[in-house]
């Protein structure tokens, strides 16, 4: 059986991490970061993922290392509940007859929701085992507002690596591979946090479960049980953190159970019911609520139970862990081959007796003797392996050399290669180069931002990019890339010194294990060929082009365009994701950047990878004048696709506003107590960040707080509280417990929340999606005005808020064929979005968040006249938007055949045609 692994990614802008797939016939397990933009970079290469039952988490936990971990898991329970049910079909098509054709369409609609799934359909589910360091099951859990699966178990296993034991076994073994987990911490470990104690006899996640849920009941606020020790409570809280994981991937809830409950009683808000007394049917209970003045009625009412993992309101606390996983990896030992000739010497007789030899099985012979297989194999040997180390810092050097199993035959026989996933600088450290020479027979391969360079990851995006580029320069940059140049721009400078017996680490590079060890680069990708991209470019596209710019620069067009105006017609916006659900090859999920001078920078919504994005549209440098301008980052609602991308935005912005006084230890903190009582005065003294959203999402981010430091004590967390339908000014913003508004009743809060966010006004609505979905209008002191939809039905209340808007950016989940799916989804159709800008009297509408159905260009059909409603015609494009707009993914447009693939920065300057609608591509330009 053949077995490899092979790099699937190198760090790079929008592949921050290493990530490798050990690959058996039967069975793919990842290794190494489950970083954002995995996935994506998983499609680009083609790598199918439905193998794949098992990771192992290199390094910290934290989001560098795990920020797409979540996403990756979403994709695969999709993928494997998908297969099973495919299983279970199969299975019935077999034998399937009239009789049992209604029998097999019930197991269908059970399995893929609201009944029990049969027995036969639940044994075809696939446990993902995840394996990693402290805070891994804390890390997920802090997601469970926003996961809701059913039908894929999850089997968290934090690995203590630290504490050495016997070697002999391994730390991890399955029928494939043994693994043994290193856990090092650095040398200078004041902030690491020591391992869990272990209790005597831990309680089993099934007695959590048989004796009364801890997500139930709230255990996890409960204070220390009388008499329970440390180690007692660390593992009571661990198995409350596995119930709610495992509730947010393989749970029995079922939306349509009611649970019969006192009216007083209900926790709201829930959706409520009764049952008619004339006609026994269950309807909708229309009376007074919980929580509001009239008197309650002393009934009972049947109420919906929210998702399980969501109704624990706090996990039990933790801090950061400063260690960083590392393993080893070796194939079981090969038999030797069978030897026919030895076999018939020792009279067994050929047949089933001769394949229990083969397979290690002892038979009796044909004269009643013993037969063991060694008696008929050949000398076998041992299996191939490869450790993979990752060193965040120089600091964990040494207690990595000092560890007990490099000198072990145990582990190290057989293991003919080490992969170093290191930190800056880290390859550079004498005692760590020492240490390489010492096991020079080992290959060394080192993926790291010193020695992989920064090429263009995403090759199909990029492409599409650049050859936009040649149509539209300004709108459509190159993706910032480097294919030479190392350490990387951006990272520091270090001397040139020779690399003896060092690899550098390339995407599709192969070690192969079995049947022999082998290095392979026949897989590897090379980086792109710009050169080769520009020629594809047909010319006939070009000389439109050209024909195009002429005609927008003649006297004309010019005269046109000054009739115009619109305030702060400097604005840019630069859609960095423009696709729904997933990442895809062509579309990144959720992200817009909305850049107006003198004001600010502002964020609408940040999927997974926003960041990555944002460093193909800029160079460091500018990217770090992007950051430093960051002012507000706005979560529409919590569906992953929308969010996983916040935490590294609001660190990386942490790491460039706090980075030098974080290094000096000199970094102030404000109580929660200061943040109650002088808001103003501290957003007058610092700079902050304002993440505007749900509380639900706030929550998200304290919670994961606690498990690394990504600069949540500097930024200012806005709960907003929609308007009330006809009242745009009822928008309620707090801070912790403190009511803070542009137009409160104190004049100092309102100047410094002005003067912080660059904006006059923030105005919100409540919108037909999921659980408090909200859209958006921004104003600011110009006059412009920015209105943002998020993900919704049309909805007159965003329209009213949004009256007046210059921009309007608006979901256009599906085309107008597909309305019964948009209604469905809770989502909104072309001519529906395009509807909502000429009822709110928008200057400009611009279009996204398309379903990855339309991989290329979104279908908008014959609008042929719907001008006056805000709308154009498909092949527009980007010109008819009254918009000069410029971008790194996909557009929405198609000349001569190629595909529209770019990110999209617009600026509101040179605009034409007022109230048009345009398509939001992925991206930004160099102006």
């Not at 004001?599 to 440098?621: F, W």
């Not at 929308?642 to 030098?660: D, N, P, R």
């Not at 919704?792 to 009213?800: G, L, T, V």
Request: aromatic share 8%.
């Amino acid at each position: 059986m053949r077995s490899y692994i092979q790099f699937l990614t190198t760090p790079t802008a929008d592949t921050p991490g290493t990530c490798l797939m050990l690959h058996f016939d039967d069975k793919r397990y990842l290794i190494g970061n489950l970083h954002e933009g995995t996935q994506r970079a998983s499609i680009q290469r083609g790598i199918k993922l439905t193998k794949v039952s098992e990771i192992f988490l290199t390094g910290k936990t934290e989001w560098k290392n795990t920020g797409g971990l979540i996403g990756m898991i979403l994709t695969l329970a999709d993928t494997t509940k998908a297969a099973a049910v495919n299983k279970v079909h199969d299975r019935a098509l077999n034998n399937r007859t009239i009789e049992n054709k209604q029998r097999d369409e019930a197991t269908d609609r059970q399995f893929r929701g609201g009944e029990d799934g049969g027995e036969q359909a639940k044994d075809d589910r696939v446990t993902l085992n995840i394996h990693g360091g402290s805070n891994l099951m804390h890390t997920l859990a802090t997601g469970r507002r926003f996961v809701f699966r059913k039908g894929m178990p999850i089997n968290v296993d934090e690995m203590d690596g630290e504490r050495v034991t016997d070697l002999r076994e391994p730390t991890w073994m399955d029928k494939n591979v043994k693994v043994w987990a290193m856990s090092i911490s650095p040398s200078s470990n004041a902030g690491a946090s020591s391992p869990r104690a272990i209790s005597p006899r831990k309680r089993s996640f099934n007695e959590f479960k048989d004796g009364g849920s801890p997500i139930l009941e709230g255990i996890a606020d409960r204070p220390n049980e009388p008499e329970e020790s440390p180690a007692e409570r660390s593992d009571r809280e661990q198995q409350i953190r596995k119930a709610v994981v495992s509730e947010m991937f393989d749970s029995d809830w079922r939306l349509d159970a009611l649970l019969e409950t006192w009216l007083h009683q209900v926790k709201m808000p829930a959706a409520l019911f009764e049952r008619d007394p004339e006609t026994r049917k269950i309807v909708k209970y229309t009376g007074p609520l919980p929580g509001e003045s009239e008197e309650l009625p002393f009934i009972k009412v049947l109420v919906r139970q929210p998702w399980p993992a969501a109704m624990i309101q706090h996990l039990p606390p933790t801090t950061p862990s400063q260690a960083a996983m590392s393993y080893f990896f070796r194939n079981h030992p090969q038999r030797g081959k069978f030897n026919p000739e030895a076999a018939k010497a020792l009279k067994v007789e050929m047949g089933p007796a001769w394949a229990k030899l083969a397979s290690g099985q002892s038979v009796e012979s044909n004269d009643g003797k013993l037969i063991t297989s060694d008696m008929v194999l050949a000398e076998g040997k041992e299996g191939g392996g490869v450790a993979v180390v990752e060193l965040p810092s120089r600091d964990y050097v040494h207690n990595l050399i000092e560890r007990p199993e490099w000198k072990s035959p145990e582990v190290m026989t057989g293991i003919g290669a080490v992969i170093w996933i290191l930190g800056a600088g880290v390859g550079q450290d004498d005692n760590l180069r020492r240490f390489m020479s010492d096991f020079s027979y080992l290959k060394h391969f080192v993926s790291s931002r010193d020695y992989c360079p920064n090429y263009l990851s995403l090759d199909s995006s990029a492409s599409a990019a650049i050859r936009l580029n040649q149509v539209d320069p300004m709108r459509y940059p190159i993706p910032v890339h480097d294919n030479v140049t190392l350490p990387q721009p951006g990272q520091p400078a270090l001397p040139k010194e020779p690399k003896e017996n060092i690899v550098p680490a390339q995407r599709g590079l192969t070690i192969q294990f079995q049947p022999s060890f082998e290095i392979l680069t026949s897989a590897v990708v090379p980086p792109l060929n710009t050169a080769e991209v520009l020629q594809e470019t047909p010319t006939a596209v070009l000389a439109l082009a050209q024909t195009a710019k002429e005609e927008l620069s003649s006297d004309a067009v010019r005269e046109q365009m000054a009739k115009q105006y619109l305030p702060s017609q400097d604005a840019e916006i630069i859609t960095l994701g423009t696709g729904s659900a997933l990442p895809s090859k062509y579309r990144n999920v959720s992200a817009t950047l909305l850049r107006v001078p003198g004001c600010g920078s502002y964020l609408l919504d940040c999927g997974e990878n926003t960041l990555g994005q944002l460093k193909r549209v800029y160079p460091p440098d500018e990217l770090a004048e992007v950051l430093r301008d960051l002012k507000l980052i706005w979560i529409s609602h919590l569906h992953a696709d929308h969010h996983l991308g916040t935490t590294s935005v609001i660190k990386a912005w942490y790491q460039e506003v706090y980075g030098k006084q974080i290094a000096e230890g000199t970094l102030s903190k404000h109580s929660l107590t200061e943040q109650l009582l002088y808001p103003s005065k501290i957003l007058e003294e610092e700079r902050r960040l304002f993440v505007a959203s749900e509380e639900h999402m706030l929550r998200y981010l304290r919670e994961y707080s606690s498990v690394e430091d990504f600069g949540f004590d500097k930024i200012v967390p806005l709960a907003v509280q929609a308007s009330k339908a006809g009242f745009p000014e009822s928008t309620i913003l707090r801070w912790n417990a403190r009511v803070i508004g542009f137009n409160t009743f104190e004049p100092r809060i309102n100047r410094a929340l002005r003067a912080s966010t660059g904006l006059c006004s923030l105005a919100a609505v409540y919108v037909d999606h999921c659980y408090h979905s909200m859209a958006v209008t921004l104003t600011f002191p110009t006059g412009f005005k920015f209105s943002y939809s998020g993900d919704c039905r049309p909805c007159a209340a965003f329209a009213e808020i949004g009256k007046g808007s210059t921009v309007l950016l608006h979901e256009a989940t599906f085309d107008d064929e597909l309305k019964g799916d948009a209604e469905a989804k809770k989502h909104s159709t072309t001519s529906e979005a395009l509807a909502v800008g000429a009822a709110m009297g928008a200057r400009r509408v611009l279009l996204t968040h398309f379903s990855q159905r339309y991989a290329k260009i979104p279908v908008m059909g014959d609008m042929d006249g719907a001008g006056e409603d805000g709308g154009q015609s498909e092949g527009e494009g980007m010109e008819g938007t009254g918009m000069e707009g410029t971008g790194t993914e996909a557009t929405g447009m198609e000349w001569t055949g190629m595909e529209a693939k770019g990110i999209e920065r617009t600026t509101i300057e040179g605009t034409s045609m007022e109230g048009t609608g345009g398509f939001a591509g992925e991206g930004g330009v160099r102006e």
